[in-house]
T-cell receptor, first 112, second 114 residues
Framework: GQNIDQPTEMTATEGAIVQINCTYQTSGFNGLFWYQQHAGEAPTFLSYNVLDGLEEKGRFSSFLSRSKGYSYLLLKELQMKDSASYLCAVRVPGGGSYIPTFGRGTSLIVHP | EAQVTQNPRYLITVTGKKLTVTCSQNMNHEYMSWYRQDPGLGLRQIYYSMNVEVTDKGDVPEGYKVSRKEKRNFPLILESPSPNQTSLYFC?????????????FGPGTRLTVL
């Protein structure tokens, strides 16, 4: 089976930096996604990593180490609106190709 | 506007009464999928479709059916709903088969089966 692990919940202070980790043990790998999901809403795409290293996009950065089966999402200058669930998804073999499989998500609470 | 639409958004039904949740995308995407989301369990894939007439089971397909007769539509069918299918359902699509590229999600359908 596929195993994707994330912390269940994290809290942080407005203006701070937070790192959300994702580790995976899967039968194959072809890229890792991060999505943001506000309560009661649909997930929205944040980032995609397929090669090792850091991808930066404004206040959000995502890192991947394929050899360690590890990724993190880094959120800088936290704002109250960043309070949401953050979903890690790994593309694993399926259907003759690769399909995205999600972890259980990390609920981030940002407080003043 | 590029989007994924789902209907209905909210549905309360009774055990055994067949229902269909529609999903449509206007982005000419090949890949479409259905997920259910339950507290503490995250997004779990029900079925996915690589292209027209190509569908496959995800992690939790029991009690569900799908069809992909046209590229834009991917309805989810519950032939005989049961209370354990009470959940929040999301349809999603992405450009290329295999889920390559970001997925665009519909707004969700909150289903309650009594």
């Amino acid at each position: 089976g596929q195993n994707i692990d994330q912390p269940t919940e994290m809290t942080a202070t407005e203006g701070a930096i937070v790192q959300i980790n994702c580790t995976y043990q899967t039968s194959g790998f072809n890229g890792l996604f991060w999505y943001q999901q506000h309560a009661g809403e649909a997930p929205t795409f944040l980032s995609y990593n397929v090669l090792d290293g850091l991808e930066e996009k404004g206040r959000f950065s995502s890192f991947l180490s394929r050899s360690k089966g590890y990724s993190y999402l880094l959120l800088k200058e936290l704002q109250m609106k960043d309070s949401a669930s953050y979903l890690c998804a790994v593309r694993v073999p399926g259907g003759g190709s690769y399909i995205p499989t999600f972890g259980r998500g990390t609920s981030l609470i940002v407080h003043p | 506007e590029a989007q994924v639409t789902q209907n209905p958004r909210y549905l309360i039904t009774v055990t055994g009464k067949k229902l269909t949740v529609t999903c449509s995308q206007n982005m000419n995407h090949e890949y479409m999928s259905w997920y259910r989301q339950d507290p503490g369990l995250g997004l779990r894939q029900i079925y996915y479709s690589m292209n027209v007439e190509v569908t496959d089971k995800g992690d939790v397909p029991e009690g569900y059916k799908v069809s992909r007769k046209e590229k834009r539509n991917f309805p989810l069918i519950l032939e005989s709903p049961s209370p354990n299918q009470t959940s929040l359902y999301f349809c999603a699509s992405s450009l290329l088969a295999g889920g390559l590229g970001e997925q665009f999600f519909g707004p969700g359908t909150r289903l309650t089966v009594l």
